[in-house]
């Protein structure tokens, strides 16, 4: 069955047709979600009710990951104890990176990660400054993990994250 002239360019042009328009929502696609705004490569927001009992499970996971490390002298050296803690909080990080948020606690939640990524950077130099008997940069990073501390216990009552505000290092 021979299709006329006719025929042949109209197929051909619905087939142009839906090739650009499926290009053009395939574009569209990539940098939001239909109507919210939310950028695909973040995670999908959690509400205000499920977002701090989110966080404050990471928190209270990470305590307990804390909690587990032998004291420095029981079996861990000082310098790996505080190179455990570094990894054990930026495993924090990229968890919390993980958590979606609602537009109202976006930029203070960025902070809180980049305050938990600050922190575990700050525990890995003073790893390397134990191991190095370094005096002044033990000082250093032992005072910038105390600000960054208290920065985040601030951070997380504005977020009203309960279960992250203090944490106690041996």
């Known amino acids: 069955m021979a299709m006329s002239q006719e025929t042949r360019?109209?197929?051909v042009l619905i087939v142009v047709v839906l090739i650009v328009v499926t290009?053009?929502?395939a574009s569209t696609g990539c940098s939001t979600t239909a109507g919210t705004g939310q950028d695909i490569d973040?995670?999908?927001?959690?509400?205000?009710?499920?977002?701090?009992a989110a966080v404050t499970d990471i928190c209270a996971a990470t305590?307990?990951?804390?909690?587990?490390?032998?004291?420095?002298g029981d079996?861990?050296?000082?310098?790996?104890?505080?190179?455990?803690?570094?990894?054990?909080?930026?495993?924090?990080?990229?968890?919390?990176?993980?958590?979606?948020t609602i537009s109202d606690v976006r930029d203070d939640h960025r902070t809180f990660i980049t305050?938990?990524?600050?922190?575990?950077?700050?525990?890995?130099l003073l790893s390397t400054a134990i191991a190095s008997a370094d005096a002044d940069g033990i000082d250093s990073a032992r005072t910038e993990i105390l600000e960054l501390s208290l920065g985040r216990i601030e951070l997380a009552e504005e977020l009203g994250i309960s279960?992250?505000?203090e944490r106690s290092f041996r």
């Open 9 to 11: 360019r109209r197929v």
């Open 23 to 25: 290009m053009v929502l």
């Open 42 to 52: 973040e995670p999908a927001p959690l509400s205000a009710e499920f977002y701090p």
């Open 63 to 72: 305590d307990e990951r804390l909690a587990e490390l032998p004291a420095p």
């Open 75 to 100: 079996g861990l050296a000082e310098t790996d104890w505080a190179g455990e803690v570094s990894r054990v909080v930026e495993t924090e990080a990229d968890a919390l990176g993980d958590v979606g």
């Open 115 to 124: 305050n938990t990524r600050d922190q575990a950077a700050q525990w890995s």
């Open 163 to 165: 279960g992250c505000r």
